[in-house]
């Protein structure tokens, strides 16, 4: 970013008159002036930039993503602000009518010799929004789309407006920068001079050496990518996929120009394995052998059918064919005229037994093409002989194909057409579309005695019950649920549409690209361990890795979905694996848009996407593992809850509420195991391998990326922690930090350039009576002003506890207010009530499941860490015990605090 001096000078520049460039000021010192939004099919997010400092926002993943990196990494961006305040457009709508409407573009770009808006619309939506408002978008000669309106009102402050299209992306470029990013975005990764100097002379020795032939020699993945992201190596960024090249990627010396390597897409259609060679098997594909042409007839399981010049039809056996292909003597024909377009449809439409059928009729006309006289018994009468040879040559002099004329094409024969009159038709379509396809849900059979009645009425005849329902099976069951059911139910018939160009693949390109994180409650009842008192049902949090489909952590809990969830599953992958994803999926649930999720995922660089509501496609992923842990593990397990979803076959002895024996603590043990060993090892029906075997060889072959790494000591402990609102919180003298109503108090905050500032703070959303401050440079603990009553509390208890309180006072004051010293009066009080004695007995559980993931109680480090970019704090060496270390009689007492 450019800092007030550089700003100045960029506006003295560019020229920029004074009302632009405090214009300018206001924007760069904006929030955004909206929140984006998942809505019916686009995936939004947030991505952390580091040219910015900012979280960025973006509404479509395969759209404003992109622009995103392109404006992170081009050079000439200095910088780019996400959702500016709206301008005026004033326009002449379709009706004739002006209108004005207030707009907000995507982004407002500062680049080196300019600055404007720029709004990023995909080219179906440019194409639907300029026959809805042809005065706002306009398409010129040159193919660039255009809004006059706003390029009014950018011009008259001096700045642009620019339309970016979906067209413009380039996909290798992207999928390169994602693969790339972890290198490019550290400037300052070592590598041993040596090695360096080694890999870079072995590079210019062999300019075009592959990245397999440098792993041959000693080297690894993560050497040789950061040297091409420092332009210490070159590749061919646009025109190849790094990623899915692996080790035949291509590497160049930096002073060298990179040769650009053609590429060609594939459709796999009727190609098989002879696609290297570029020879297509579809019917009516032109091929050259022995410098004659030939074209394909037919391809079936043993041997493939040929026509030459001649007319002559040569059956091939399927292996043969492909030795000629690897020989090179049978080759491609890339040109082809419109006659053959016409062939090939009529070959593609055949079936396989009409194929067969000419194929046979072929045989038997072959002497009589060749101009013999057959002596032989016909199998056939010499008119139908006559009749094909007739077929045959005029598929020749029309098609140049003769073999086309001998397809029986019984699917054309016959009057298709139907039969019903034309205004019966149309009272049947009108029936359909008013009063079958609406909100009443209305039978088949009444809609059809409706239809009688109206054609008896007016004199028309009626068609049959059967041709009714056969005209309403026309309709698709999408089209039929939608109308009927509304868009929810209609989901699961909505068609699937494949990516069929190069784009961003949906489940990345290594492990740790794409995360998905999501809950479910387990099918199954657990109770207390030590009351055995029911507790309910738990809610189980999972992170799986996408590219693998490998669990990457699981989190067991009573609570319900929230940050706490999330966090501790972020907590618990970087325990396993010592780092976090790059790109977390999630849905739109509302503790995925807490401040302290967001929070961490922006310290540490993560990307944020939210999938549509009501649309769990997006997150099939993590959608179906739920689905195989309950039926693998949890239906297995006594007090399993499946005979729940028949109601009425409940009784006392059956219910699982009766039959309940797990505990949290084993249940989680258990859940880590299937998850961990079971599930991990086992061969997944979409990979072909097993998840933990994905996920080993795609780190081996697309980099480990140590950097990334993450310590899981004090310090990424307490940033997992929640915070206030504002993160920091205000020093009050002889009080301490207030958080959540509650005071905490440390000694260092006697000092008197301690007081009256704002501290970051942080709180234990399992423990209420310690908070942590960051104060000169380090974590301190802090202890509540109630601590021998609030220690051991939950910040759920302690929600419930405030509901219960309240409750009580509502008849008595409507002004009520909640202290920390009210809060441990009535916790200490025998008015508790069953919901917080339940509560308690839940957290008493939880706390199993924190013990099981922390293996032991976290120490304090003998040595103090060094502080990071990423808010990696160091922790206080001071003797500040632990929560069970801690004695009341030892606490200095500091006036009211006692």
């Not at 394995?273 to 391809?299: C, F, M, Q, T």
């Not at 000092?751 to 009576?769: F, S």
Request: proline share 5%; net charge neutral.
């Amino acid at each position: 970013m450019l800092d007030g001096e550089q700003f100045v000078r960029w506006c003295q520049q560019l020229g920029l008159a004074e009302p632009t460039r405090k214009y300018i000021e206001l924007l760069r010192s904006s929030p955004p002036s909206r929140v984006v939004r998942s809505r019916t099919g686009n995936v939004s997010g947030r991505y952390p930039s580091r040219k910015m400092g900012v979280t960025i926002q973006f509404e479509s993943h395969h759209n404003e993503l992109a622009g995103i990196y392109e404006m992170e990494y081009d050079p000439d961006v200095l910088e780019y602000y996400d959702q500016p305040s709206g301008i005026k457009l004033s326009y002449q709508a379709l009706s004739g009518r002006k209108v004005g409407v207030l707009h907000t573009p995507d982004f407002f770009v500062l680049r080196r010799t300019s600055a404007g808006f720029e709004e990023w619309k995909t080219l179906d939506e440019l194409v639907r929004l300029s026959a809805k408002m042809p005065a706002r978008y306009v398409q010129e000669a040159s193919g660039q789309w255009q809004c006059p309106p706003a390029d009014e009102v950018a011009q008259s402050l001096g700045l642009y407006y620019r339309i970016r299209c979906n067209t413009e992306i380039d996909w290798v470029f992207q999928n390169n920068l994602h693969f790339l990013e972890d290198y490019l975005q550290l400037s300052d990764l070592d590598i041993e001079e040596n090695v360096r100097a080694n890999i870079t002379l072995l590079v210019e020795l062999h300019p075009g050496i592959t990245l397999g032939e440098l792993l041959e020699q000693g080297y690894n993945c993560d050497e040789v990518y950061t040297l091409i992201a420092q332009n210490h190596l070159k590749v061919d960024w646009r025109g190849v996929n790094i990623a899915q090249i692996g080790s035949q990627l291509q590497i160049f010396p930096a002073s060298q120009e990179v040769c650009q390597t053609e590429t060609t897409k594939w459709t796999g259609a009727s190609t098989l394995e002879l696609a290297p060679n570029l020879v297509d098997l579809k019917p009516g594909s032109p091929v050259v052998w022995n410098g004659k042409s030939l074209s394909i007839l037919n391809r079936g399981e043993t041997h493939t059918a040929l026509l030459n010049e001649e007319a002559k039809v040569i059956q091939l056996p399927n292996v043969a064919l492909l030795e000629l292909v690897q020989q090179g003597e049978l080759t491609g024909v890339v040109t082809q005229s419109s006659s053959s377009n016409v062939v090939n449809d009529i070959l593609a439409k055949a079936s396989v037994d009409d194929c067969a059928e000419a194929n046979r009729r072929y045989s038997i006309i072959a002497p009589y093409l060749a101009g013999e006289k057959t002596t032989d018994k016909q199998v056939v009468s010499g008119r139908t002989i006559r009749r094909w040879l007739l077929s045959w040559q005029k598929a020749q002099e029309r098609y140049g194909c003769g073999y086309v004329g001998l397809l029986p094409r019984i699917s054309s024969k016959g009057n298709r057409q139907s039969k019903l009159p034309e205004v019966t038709q149309k009272i049947v379509d009108e029936f359909i579309a008013n009063n079958y396809l609406n909100l009443k849900q209305q039978g088949k059979f009444t809609v059809y005695s409706s239809l009688v009645r109206a054609c008896e009425q007016q004199g028309i005849t009626p068609c049959s019950y059967k041709t009714f329902v056969r005209n309403i099976h026309q309709k698709s069951n999408y089209e039929q649920a939608l109308k009927r059911q509304g868009r929810r139910a209609a989901y699961k018939y909505e068609p699937f549409y494949w990516e069929l160009e190069v784009n961003t693949p949906r489940h990345g390109q290594r492990p740790f690209e794409i995360c998905h994180i999501d809950h479910t409650q387990l099918d199954i009842e657990l109770v207390s361990s030590h009351t055995s008192v029911n507790l309910g049902r738990p809610w189980a949090t999972f992170l799986t890795d996408a590219y693998s489909r490998r669990i990457l952590a699981v989190y067991l809990c009573f609570d319900p979905p929230s940050y706490r969830s999330c966090m501790m599953v972020m907590r618990e992958c970087v325990r396993r694996h010592g780092r976090l994803p790059d790109t977390i999926v999630v849905d739109g649930a509302k503790e995925f848009m807490s401040i302290y999720f967001e929070r961490l995922l922006a310290a540490y660089f993560c990307t944020k996407k939210t999938r549509p509501a009501a649309k769990p496609r997006f997150g099939s992923v993590c959608e179906r593992l739920f689905g195989t842990a309950n039926t693998m593990l949890i239906h297995n397990l006594q007090g399993n809850t499946q005979i729940n979803r028949n109601s009425r076959a409940v009784t006392k002895s059956v219910n699982p509420r009766n039959l309940a024996i797990w505990i949290l603590g084993s249940l989680y043990q258990n859940l880590c195991d299937w998850a961990y060993e079971f599930y991990d090892n086992k061969e997944h029906p979409a990979l072909g391998q097993s998840p933990r075997a994905a996920f080993s060889e795609g780190l081996l072959q697309t980099g480990f990326r140590s950097h990334k790494l993450i310590p899981y000591d004090e310090t990424f402990r307490i940033l997992t922690l929640p915070t206030t609102a504002k993160g920091t919180a205000k020093v009050i003298p002889n009080q301490g930090v207030k958080i959540n109503h509650i005071y905490y108090w440390h000694n260092s905050f006697r000092n008197p350039e301690i007081e009256k500032t704002q501290v970051p703070v942080r709180y234990d959303p399992n423990d209420v009576g310690i908070a942590y401050a960051y104060i000169k440079g380090q974590w301190v603990n802090c202890i509540s002003q109630h601590y021998s009553s609030l220690a051991g509390h939950s910040e759920r208890e302690m929600m419930a506890a405030s509901v219960q309180l309240r409750q009580q006072h509502k008849n008595h004051s409507q002004q009520f207010t909640i202290t920390a010293k009210a809060l441990a009066e009535f916790l200490a009080s025998t008015e508790a009530q069953e919901v917080i004695l339940e509560q308690r007995l839940r957290d008493v559980e939880a706390k199993e499941v924190l013990e099981i993931i922390d293996g032991v109680k976290m120490k304090r480090p003998e040595e103090q860490p060094l502080a990071s970019e990423c808010l990696s704090l160091p922790i206080s060496r001071e003797t500040s015990p632990n929560r069970d270390e801690i004695d009341s009689e030892e606490i200095e007492p500091y006036e009211e605090f006692w």
